[in-house]
């Protein structure tokens, strides 16, 4: 995936009830911010949209999220929207409690659009979910190291490692899962890195 000058790079961020709001605005504020905050800030003409980033849910009903904060999608995956790149950011989930069988739209959408040739990533806990559509199944991942115990005895298939701050689950890089709770500001830089350009990500 290259980033075209004229168009900008599509992004979903999936919202579920578990998501944690710091996590979710977080990544949807930097990624945003990515080509023009900088550009805003010194007066510069060379302001740039480098991604378009949208919330997705379950459906398109505003709710609440982690801690009760308002989230409003974009977007339900009844929808159907399509991205180039989707990200399921950390949930509040305990290091004991399992999904199975909680989220089977979102899964079964997940699983669909990469197959369809999405990226999809994940950040600290939401690997869980990614865990869940069983495209991990075999691969490196990684999470919090809270959450060990739970992949040995959910996702048994998942070749776990708490260690690295990001991990690609296949060679062409198209599902990447990051490590602890603000890994999502690494891979929030990682994907301005990859797509707009290092320096960017600087």
């Given amino acids: 995936m290259v980033l075209s000058p004229n168009k900008p790079i599509s992004v979903l961020i999936v919202a579920?009830?578990?998501?944690?709001g710091s996590a979710l605005y977080g990544m949807l504020d930097v990624l945003c911010s990515a080509g023009n905050i900088f550009?805003?800030?010194v007066r510069s003409c060379d302001k740039k949209q480098l991604f378009q980033v949208r919330i997705v849910a379950n459906s398109g009903r505003p709710f609440t999220c982690g801690n009760s904060i308002p989230v409003t999608p974009d977007c339900s995956i009844t929808d159907d929207p399509t991205a180039d790149i989707i990200i399921v950011p950390e949930m509040w989930l305990g290091p004991d409690e399992a999904l199975t069988g909680r989220h089977l739209p979102m899964v079964e959408w997940l699983r669909r659009k990469y197959e369809a040739g999405a990226?999809?990533?994940s950040a600290c806990s939401g690997a869980v979910i990614l865990?869940?559509?069983g495209l991990l199944?075999?691969?490196p991942a990684t999470s919090h190291w809270g959450y060990q115990d739970?992949?040995?005895r959910c996702y048994p298939r998942v070749k776990f490692d708490p260690a690295p701050n990001l991990t690609y689950a296949d060679p062409n890089g198209r599902i990447i899962t990051a490590g602890g709770t603000t890994s999502w500001h690494d891979l929030a830089l990682h994907l301005i890195a990859r797509y707009a350009s290092p320096g960017e990500a600087l």
């Avoid at 579920?16 to 944690?20: D, N, Q, S, V, Y």
């Fill in 131 to 133: 865990a869940e559509t």
């Fill in 119 to 121: 990226t999809l990533c």
């Fill in 39 to 41: 550009q805003t800030l």
């Fill in 16 to 20: 579920l009830p578990e998501t944690a």
């Fill in 137 to 139: 199944d075999g691969c």
């Fill in 150 to 152: 739970l992949f040995r």
